[in-house]
């Protein structure tokens, strides 16, 4: 398929809608792969289209959800092109349009100045409305491709237990790791649409003309630090990062995790937010948090002398730290419940607590995919191979019999504690750790899932399973219909 | 920032600022973790690990900053003497960025004093 020439942006961008809304619809498993390796085209077409985009008012300094979105973009691609699930094949045909698109309507804005481009089908001009429309054609399209892999992964499931049952040869079914491999994707998926799903409802609630005053401005302060800390370190963790960025990351995130808990208490001892949701949120932010200081700590044990973290990625956290300190703390501890709402908007702040808590989803599967792949990871003799040993004797108590036998680390290199390359099973307990933080992460975002602006049900089940296969109509997806005219919703 | 202006002393000093800082983080990291999930704890370690992680930027590359563990089991202390080597360095080249970090060490002690590194 080609994009019809002569159509203006507003007209490729209502097809773009169009097409995402038709996937949606179609609810196929069998597109959910092809969604999965189209993705990081598709975004990083929508991220060059905005970039030639007047900036959004209602975007606070720093906190662009596009930025993040195309980041999350990169993560998923480089994670196809290491060679993990679903791996290289075809993409889906109506993503490849989409993008297309989206390539067309940059040019077109980049031949003539926004003003004086038709952005809307009725010819009414609103620099930003692009802005905002593909915000949305990405939210339909990340919860279409979030249908389509939970399909997928039933299906997986259903044929996993058959082929088990009557023993057919194991290249005959799905694996046990296809079917977790499927579960990580649909949460990777699930945050892309939390976040912009979250940016577009943000952009209806804060108008443009409504500078932040009194206490909106802690708010703003901790909302931007946030999305330039998300930025950041997907940009740390994207270039070759020391085991010292991961640590950082990793603590950061558990500090993220704490200030959700203290904020979200705060709002509900003030009357804010629901005290029955924050039953089922603490526990599940603690064990959360918990998850990822265990991640640090793993990552901690890489780290030599010479490491050296990454500036930028200090400084971020830096900034991060002295806005959740201007907002809930006090020199002592953290700040009371009352002292908290002085100083920002509760349920904003929540809001915006909780739309970094989902980019922690994508965060954790980050880490996992540089634990299984970095080919510079490496630490000293003596950590290893403590390390290795251990997870080695766990792999082989579960039935993996190459590690049997093997030597990872020589006398030698154990008396000079030498700095080696990271053996397999050491590999295999970080990302072990990963997958806990992400399984513990998703847990606390599915605990909040009341607090988000989109009202989203919980995706978890109060036996701790994860509930699957929502239908369409469970989510509210805002009303857009292409080629109707009137201005872009 | 002109690293390679620096002295042998001065590199080695900073060299000592980093082990002290990074030690203060691991026992304040130590203690945090004690104090088990939503400590507050958490506030002050990320300080620490903050500050050392700039005063490694401090060190020209190839340096060995590889030396004896410091002594001493409350973060405080180990801050004091971070902060008492950062007054003692003669001016170099990065001289704000070393007041800089001289600032927020003293903020650190500070915290480790009276707040929740205490």
Redesign the interface.
């Known amino acids: 398929m080609s994009a019809r020439e002569g159509r203006t942006v507003a007209e490729l961008l209502d097809d773009s809608d169009g097409l995402a809304r038709e996937a949606l619809l179609d609810m196929s498993a069998a597109r959910a792969l092809g969604m999965v390796r189209g993705w990081p085209q598709l975004m990083h077409s929508a991220a060059d289209l905005c970039a030639v985009l007047p900036v959004d008012p209602t975007d606070s300094a720093g906190a662009d959800p596009i930025a993040l979105l195309a980041a999350m973009g990169r993560a998923i691609g480089r994670s196809l092109a290491a060679g993990h699930w679903p791996g290289r094949g075809p993409r889906d045909e109506a993503w490849e349009q989409i993008a297309s698109n989206l390539v067309q309507a940059r040019r077109l804005l980049q031949q003539k100045p926004v003003a004086s481009e038709p952005v809307s089908t009725d010819g009414q001009i609103d620099p930003t409305a692009p802005n905002s429309q593909i915000l949305h054609v990405l939210y339909v399209a990340a919860h279409a491709a979030t249908v389509a892999l939970t399909e997928y992964q039933r299906d997986l499931q259903h044929r996993l237990e058959i082929g088990t049952r009557r023993r057919q040869p194991l290249v005959e079914r799905p694996t046990v790791l296809e079917v977790e491999s499927a579960g990580g994707m649909i949460a990777r998926f699930d945050a892309i649409e939390q976040l912009a799903a979250g940016a577009l409802a943000a952009r209806r609630l804060n108008p443009a003309d409504d500078p932040g005053i009194g206490r909106a401005r802690p708010a703003m302060r901790l909302e931007a630090a946030l999305a330039a800390w998300e930025i950041q370190a997907h940009r740390t963790l994207a270039n070759q990062p020391d085991p010292a960025d991961l640590v950082r990351v990793a603590r950061v995130q558990a500090l993220i995790a704490t200030t959700t808990v203290v904020v979200s208490e705060a709002a509900a001892r003030r009357g804010e937010i629901d005290t029955g949701v924050i039953d089922r949120l603490t526990p599940a932010l603690e064990n959360a948090q918990l998850a990822w200081s265990r991640s640090a700590r793993r990552w901690a044990e890489l780290t030599t002398p010479a490491s050296r973290t990454d500036p930028a990625l200090v400084e971020a956290a830096g900034q991060l730290r002295a806005a959740i300190r201007a907002a809930v703390a006090t020199q002592t501890s953290w700040a009371t419940p009352d002292e908290i709402a002085g100083r920002i908007d509760l349920p904003a702040t929540v809001m915006t607590l909780h739309r970094s808590l989902v980019d922690g989803v994508e965060l954790a599967y980050v880490v996992r995919d540089i634990a299984a792949d970095h080919p510079g990871l490496a630490a000293p003799a003596r950590v290893i191979a403590m390390r290795t040993q251990g997870e080695a004797e766990v792999a082989i108590e579960q039935g993996e019999t190459r590690f049997e036998g093997v030597r990872w680390v020589t006398p030698r290199q154990i008396a000079d504690n030498q700095v080696i390359p990271l053996p397999e099973p050491a590999r295999r307990g970080l990302v072990n750790a990963a997958t806990d933080v992400a399984a513990a992460t998703n847990q606390a975002v599915a605990a909040a899932a009341h607090l988000a602006p989109t009202k989203q049900s919980p995706r978890v089940g109060a036996d701790g399973t994860r509930r699957v296969g929502r239908a369409a109509t469970d989510r509210e997806i805002p009303v857009h219909q292409p080629n109707r005219g009137g201005r872009p919703r | 920032m002109d690293k390679h202006a620096m002295d042998v002393d001065t590199v080695e000093t900073l060299a000592g600022v980093v082990?002290l800082l990074r030690q203060a983080a691991v026992l304040a990291?130590a203690g945090a973790?004690r104090a088990g999930?939503?400590?507050?704890g958490?506030?002050f370690?990320?300080?620490v690990?903050?500050a050392a992680?700039?005063a490694?930027?401090l060190v020209p590359d190839g340096t060995?900053?590889?030396?004896p563990v410091p002594v001493g089991d409350e973060p405080a202390g180990l801050l004091r003497s971070a902060e008492l080597l950062l007054r003692r360095l003669a001016p170099i080249a990065a001289r704000e960025a070393v007041d800089d970090l001289r600032a927020i060490v003293a903020d650190l002690v500070w915290?480790a004093n009276?707040?929740?590194g205490a």
């Open positions: 082990r990291w973790d999930a939503g400590s507050a958490q506030l370690a990320l300080g690990d903050l992680d700039q490694r930027h060995n900053v590889d030396g915290e009276t707040g929740v």
